[in-house]
């Protein structure tokens, strides 16, 4: 840049941060300082913006070609200005590539936490890269891909950064594409997806942890100085106790209406690892993908390497407005059948568990008709003859029908299922293997295991090693078998109840490959079973389920349905689970269930199950009269409000974190039909909603009545449901659904008149 470009920039950030010249700013300046920055950027730096309706993320190259963020967060009316951020931001010496790189290389110029690190096959372990070019394509009105390829001068190793925009939905995807053309094979050291950097006054984010039916707790905690890691390290699938999933506040902590708030998440069933790394600068590094944790992995010449999505919104209203993007992106471009129907359905899990026959499900068949349900899901214990599958002890693996328990095998079921008006779904955990089992004893080959270690169990069970081609199609012909032998099966739940202990594969071993490739080959040979499947059976609904919900994630629920997020069915328990996981997933995808867990009445738990994909795992012949009563209308009722659960906008009103008790609101996306669910969830002093608080996802103008749903028998509403309100009265004034300790659960419909 000459003196005389670099000195008139100067003065002409001076002038136009001036108060004085405020006025003049845009209609003086701008036209001069286009033409300026443009001919003195534009001979070095590329400027690349990837924008969705309200957000954009800036790259930029600095004087040596390295790419890096200049900002993240709202989008700007012109992008000519995004060229003007790195004179302001808060960065060591305006070498753009230092902290804030686009995709971290490891081994040259860069000290902080890497993206990539590479050893090359000549043994050398530096890694640069370099901007070469980059282009935007549109899919279609509202996606759109931007690629950009860089390269390391010195190897012939190339990095492709992919971000996929999802316009309206202010959603980015992002993935990274490693390809290596030097002669011999390199090695991945670490191979992130995306790679991001953001500039605030502070960072605050909000991690989960938990265990077996205690999932998604919630911590908060202040980012400081140095690196922050969420990662798991389990194998067969990414959570037990900490899922692949985030929240980032920026300055302060956002709430449900305000504030500066990113949700991220991975889509990887697998190992994961995020690090938040701040700076000395105080600006934030992110930087998530597949856990390296020995997973060093091999890149053969002119191959490449696609890392899994980093998925992720940003919004500067709050929680509740991020959440909603990332529910319509899921919907409509992820999960599967996201914008369609579910079936309700009664289980028999909690109400059989092993100990059923024929007879005995034959009477369950009638309940669910009864009840009202839509389909019968024949849970754990149906399968395997020299070791039965009575207890979990025995049998995973043998996928045959238990010729005690069901003579007349599965087909049988389908047809008794038809006869009493039921649809038929099954459980399956077609990845597993019990030690005792017939499949152990002819394919020990196939089971997870270091050869010199004794066996470590988990739910007495072992992980088959789908890194192994052979036992890929076994598993796939698990599911095939049954879809041939009975075409009208409607519904599969697909468990994995164990983790990866002792990682050690017999297959790689004997293909002379490399040990370190297992977790992540394992998921990758999990994806193509359900690839496989999807290409046969495109449409059946599948939950998936990992001892509760282990492994939610949105590379998953490209083949599933919907998701069963925990063991733990105790309705006050479900409250605070279901609420946290609706950050990150839309109601259509939780399976949620009636059961005999927790202490709440009927209607309570029901209530609570009516938030998600409704369904039952109880004895009905245990209800009383009243009780069958109630859950006929409840399932009824269910089946009349579903479309506002399921494809409506979800508005978290009252958290029960900070109250005495939850609300939540689903409203239609006309803002013609909203339903509100409200919870006592803390009885002390007798507290419940004893004032109005404000509803929101209303049409201001609109004139709304309120009627309650799903009372139970004899009882009576506490509402004035003759009132009419308009929506700025409900919210802005408020409403009060009247919780307390007599009504521990409340039902509203809110209909516009
Ligand atoms: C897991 C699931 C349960 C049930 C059992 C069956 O624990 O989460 O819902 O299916 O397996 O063994």
């Not at 940003?314 to 369609?340: C, M, P, Q, T, V």
């Not at 906008?649 to 339903?675: Q, T, W």
């Amino acid at each position: 840049m000459s003196s005389f470009r670099s000195f008139f920039i100067f003065w002409t950030f001076k002038y136009y941060a001036s108060p004085m010249y405020s006025a003049l700013r845009l209609s003086f300046l701008l036209p001069f300082l286009f033409l300026i920055t443009k001919n003195s950027l534009a001979q070095n730096a590329v400027t690349i913006p990837i924008e969705t309706l309200h957000n954009a993320l800036v790259l930029q190259t600095d004087k040596e070609n390295h790419l890096g963020i200049t900002y993240f967060g709202k989008k700007l009316g012109s992008a000519v200005e995004y060229q003007l951020v790195t004179s302001q931001s808060r960065q060591h010496d305006g070498n753009a590539g230092t902290y804030n790189s686009a995709y971290t290389p490891a081994g040259s110029w860069n000290v902080s936490e890497p993206a990539l690190q590479v050893t090359h096959s000549d043994g050398n372990k530096s890694m640069d890269l370099v901007y070469v070019s980059h282009k935007t394509s549109k899919e279609n009105d509202n996606v759109t891909l931007t690629s950009i390829v860089l390269k390391d001068p010195v190897y012939a190793v190339e990095v492709t950064l992919h971000y996929k925009t999802y316009i309206h939905e202010d959603v980015t995807e992002q993935w990274s594409v490693i390809k290596s053309a030097e002669k011999g094979e390199i090695t991945l050291n670490k191979y992130a997806s995306a790679n991001l950097y953001f500039i605030a006054k502070d960072y605050f984010l909000t991690h989960y942890n938990g265990t077996w039916a205690k999932e998604m707790n919630p911590e908060q905690e202040q980012l400081t100085a140095g690196m922050r890691v969420l990662d798991s390290k389990l194998g067969t699938r990414a959570n037990l106790f900490q899922p692949p999933s985030f929240q980032l506040s920026f300055d302060k902590p956002a709430t449900e209406t305000e504030g500066k708030v990113l949700l991220g998440t991975l889509g990887w069933s697998g190992n994961f690892r995020m690090d938040f790394e701040v700076d000395s600068y105080h600006n934030l590094r992110l930087i998530a993908g597949i856990n390296n944790y020995a997973s060093e992995y091999p890149l053969a010449s002119n191959k490449e390497f696609t890392t899994p999505s980093f998925i992720y919104t940003f919004s500067e209203n709050g929680k509740g407005e991020a959440s909603r993007n990332l529910h319509n992106w899921a919907r409509k471009y992820r999960i599967l059948d996201g914008e369609g129907s579910r079936m309700t359905l009664l289980n028999n899990w909690e109400a059989t568990y092993f100990g059923f026959n024929e007879e005995k499900l034959s009477g369950l068949f009638k309940d669910g008709k009864k009840l009202g349900v839509d389909l019968f899901l024949l849970d754990d214990g149906w399968f395997a003859n020299k070791y039965p599958r009575n207890n979990d002890q025995a049998g995973l693996g043998d996928w045959q029908e238990n010729v005690k328990k069901l003579p007349h095998g599965i087909g049988y079921l389908v047809k008794e299922a038809k006869n009493a008006g039921v649809k038929f779904g099954i459980w399956v955990e077609p990845e597993m293997v019990n030690p005792k089992s017939e499949l152990y004893e002819k394919h020990p080959d196939w089971v997870i295991k270091e050869p010199q270690r004794p066996e470590h169990h988990m739910r007495n069970q072992l992980p088959l090693d789908l890194s192994n081609p052979e036992v890929q199609k076994f598993v796939f012909g698990v599911l095939d078998k049954l879809f041939i032998e009975n075409p009208d099966l409607a519904y599969i739940k697909w468990d994995c109840n164990a983790i990866t202990f002792n990682a050690h594969s017999a297959y790689l071993e004997k293909s002379k490959q490399k040990q370190s490739q297992l977790y992540v080959d394992y998921v990758k040979g999990l994806y193509k079973v359900l690839e496989k499947l999807r290409a046969k059976y495109p449409k059946v609904p599948m939950m998936l389920c990992s001892g509760g919900g282990g492994r939610v994630d949105y590379e998953a629920l490209k083949y599933f349905t919907e998701f069963w997020p925990s063991d733990n069915t105790d309705p006050l328990e479900r409250i605070f689970m279901q609420w946290e996981y609706s950050y990150f997933y839309p109601a259509i995808a939780q399976s949620a269930h009636v059961t005999d867990w927790g202490k709440q009445p009927l209607k309570y738990r029901t209530d609570v199950a009516m938030m998600g994909r409704l369904g039952y795992d109880i004895v009905v012949s245990h209800l009383n009269e009243k009780d069958l009563q109630f859950s006929q209308q409840a399932v009824a009722t269910y089946n009349s409000i579903k479309d506002v659960v399921w494809h409506g906008d979800l508005y978290r009103l009252v958290d029960p974190k900070e109250n005495s008790y939850a609300s939540l609101l689903f409203s239609s996306k006309n803002k013609d039909r909203a339903i509100l669910f409200s919870y006592l969830t803390g009885n002390r002093n007798g507290d419940g909603s004893d004032t109005p608080f404000r509803l929101q996802g209303l049409d201001p103008a609109k004139k709304y009545k309120v009627k309650e749903l799903n009372l139970y028998p004899e009882t009576k509403t506490a509402l004035k449901e003759d009132q009419v309100y308009s929506g700025e009265f409900l919210m802005t004034v408020g409403f009060n659904p009247a919780v307390s300790a007599r009504r521990t659960s409340v039902i509203v419909e809110i209909s516009a008149q």
